[in-house]
Structures are given as structure tokens and as C-alpha cells.
């Protein structure tokens, strides 16, 4: 089995190091990064861009214009009709709030703006083992999980809907949790403290 953080998985995804556009949740199993980015996977061959991270800490929504901070600048970050914005789907500056965090992709300006190509909000890769199944209903399942491989350290809960993609490119209702079973979660971190699946990719 192959362990990704969040940072290193998104460093990956979005940055496209050299020989590492792919990783294995499974062994003996590739799961392509771009085929859960879905159209926001950055070029190795641009150049000139800056890798944004941090807080988001004001947003305009009628300028496009937002800013974020992380522990060592501020970013003031310009979005276009051409970026890509993802907040657990493709979407719009209008779904961004105070305090999401994000990674990104821009072109920085003389004047220190970044136009924004691709922004992440929110998202999320971790390792997780089913303690106990809080709802189960044909269009949405509620997971109380533990930490696996590390990482988080306290349970939290886990939602899958009818959106949620299992071990395939296309959404799946086959995926019958059960308790003690152990998948790979890509998603979205929620205001309440719980995470909503995107992506799954079993162990069993």
C-alpha cells in the first residue's frame, strides 16, 4: 500500500514532479491523478507560475478577487473565467468562504496580484478505517472513522452520497461499507469538522 499526505499529494497533482503524476492506494493498482482533478491537473511544461497555499482570508466576489495567507506572505489572487476553481466540484468564487484553505496555481504580476489557472478549496486525502456506520439511506451514507496509516489522530465522520466515485471513473452506489473496512478518502472538508468523499478507493 502506498501512503500520500495531503501537501505531498497536492504537490504532486498540482505542481507535476517529475515520474510521480500517478500513485498506487492499491498494490499492484495505479489510480491516475488526473482522472480525479478532472481537467485541473498543471502542465509541467508551464512556466512562470507560482504555487499558491494558504487561508483564505477576504473574498470579492464581484472584483473575482480573494486573499490568502499562510504562515510565511499573503497572496492577492485574481480569478478569470478561465480558472478552474474546485470546492468538492467545479464551481465558482461565489461557494468560496472565509477560512477555506487552498492550493493553486497562478501567474504572478509585476504589481504582486496572481492570476489565478487552478485552485483547489478544501480538499482532502487521507487513510480511514470504518468504527461504526452512523446512517446508511440509498443516496447517502454516514461513516464514523478512525485514523489509518498515521496522520489524524482523533475519529471524525465520513460521508458517502450518490456522487461519490468508488474504485471507478464514473459515480457508484456498489460500495456496501462495512465495519473494519479500510479505504482511501479524496474530498472535501466540511464547516462541521466531517469530510465528504469524492473519491473512494477500497482495500478490501
Known amino acids: 500500500m502506498s501512503k500520500i499526505s495531503r501537501r505531498r499529494f497536492l504537490e504532486q497533482a498540482v505542481v507535476g514532479v517529475v515520474g510521480v503524476s500517478t500513485f498506487a492506494p492499491l498494490a499492484g493498482k495505479q489510480i491516475s491523478v488526473e482522472s480525479f482533478l478532472k481537467g485541473g491537473a498543471y502542465n509541467q511544461e508551464d512556466s512562470g507560475d507560482d504555487f499558491i497555499q494558504g487561508v483564505v482570508v477576504d473574498v470579492d466576489v464581484n ?38 484553505f487552498l492550493y493553486g496555481i497562478g501567474t504572478p504580476t509585476e504589481d504582486g496580484m496572481i492570476f489565478a489557472e487552478k485552485l483547489w478549496f478544501n480538499i482532502v486525502s487521507f487513510y480511514a478505517q470504518v468504527d461504526s456506520i452512523l446512517e446508511k439511506a440509498p443516496d447517502k451514507v454516514r461513516l464514523h472513522v478512525i485514523p489509518a496509516g498515521g496522520g489524524r489522530e482523533t475519529p471524525f465522520i465520513v460521508v458517502k452520497d450518490k456522487d461519490t466515485i468508488v474504485n471507478s471513473e464514473s459515480p457508484s452506489d456498489s460500495y456496501d461499507p462495512e465495519v473494519g473496512h479500510t479505504f482511501q478518502v479524496i474530498g472535501l472538508a466540511l464547516r462541521d469538522g466531517s469530510f465528504k468523499a469524492t473519491r473512494i478507493w477500497t482495500m478490501q
Open 63 to 100: 472584483s473575482g478577487v480573494f486573499k490568502s495567507k499562510d504562515d510565511r506572505r499573503s497572496h492577492v489572487v485574481q480569478v478569470t473565467p478561465d480558472t478552474y476553481l474546485w470546492k468538492g466540484k467545479v464551481t465558482t468564487l461565489a461557494d468560496v468562504q472565509l477560512g477555506d
